[in-house]
């Protein structure tokens, strides 16, 4: 922890749930970083679809998201 992790599309500073994110949809060494909004238009899916997946992340005990 301690780095600043910014969204590469908006530079916008993202929360762990956005960098978990990231972590679980995309490549695991992540050279850019997406926001949800950006990570939503990057994978064509809806924000309300990203924020299930984090739901669902958090009720499976992903670590990423605590
Ligand atoms: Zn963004």
Known sequence: MGKVTKC???ERKLDKNAVGLNNKLLDKNLSRLFCID???AHLDVSIE???AKITEF???GCTLFL
């Open 49 to 51: 679809d990203l924020n």
């Open 58 to 60: 958090k009720e499976q």
């Open 8 to 10: 590469c599309v908006c």
């Open 38 to 40: 950006c990570l939503a």
